[in-house]
């Protein structure tokens, strides 16, 4: 097993992407708010590396605001095909402007229109409301430049510990954990 985690985590999502899953990035992402409430849901990763694990979304959006009243979370990746999981926990900070830009720009046209039109978790009367307002955007931009809206942005998670889990039988699973000391990585061994 490589002594690199980066390495090991981008070895093990290339076998997701090439095993047939439909979404080899979805991951769950665990956070809580300022006062200990726990969340998790389903993110796409879209991009990661030594810098850290970047996932992007509407910053009114009750998982912006759990990573803003309380910059910690984790990310966990469950492969079934594969038997594999991997598990991402640390520190989270905002991507800057340039980078949040360069990625809202090279997602589909209809995403920029749906960043635009949906109020992201917050109530909505009929399923028309968000009809109107992707025809309210489509017309707005018309087939000019959409920019990215000001509460639409990214996050990276800056990795304190990464843990690597593969199934074998009788429960005599593989577990190795990576943690961050100082600029290197220390790698242990984990009882199932």
Known sequence: MSSDPFN???????????????????????T?????RPSCRMVLLKDHGPDGFVIYTNLDSPKAQ???????????????????????????KPVDEATADAYFASRPRLSRI??????QSQPMKTALELEKNVVAVTARYGFGKI?????????????ES???????????HHRVIFRRE?????????FP
């Open 8 to 30: 090991l985590f981008a070895r093990c999502l290339t076998k997701a992407r090439n095993c047939g899953l439909a979404e080899p990035t979805a991951c769950a992402l665990a």
């Open 32 to 36: 809580a708010s300022a006062d200990g």
């Open 66 to 92: 759990d990573l803003k009243e309380n910059p910690r979370a984790e990310l966990c990746f469950y492969w079934m095909p594969l038997k594999r999981q991997v598990r991402i926990h640390g520190t989270v």
């Open 114 to 119: 749906g960043a635009w039109a949906s109020r």
């Open 147 to 159: 920019p990215r809206p000001e509460n639409w942005s990214g996050f990276r998670l800056l990795p």
């Open 162 to 172: 990464i843990e690597f889990w593969v199934e074998k039988p009788f429960r005599q």
């Open 182 to 190: 100082g600029e290197g990585w220390i790698k242990e061994r984990l």
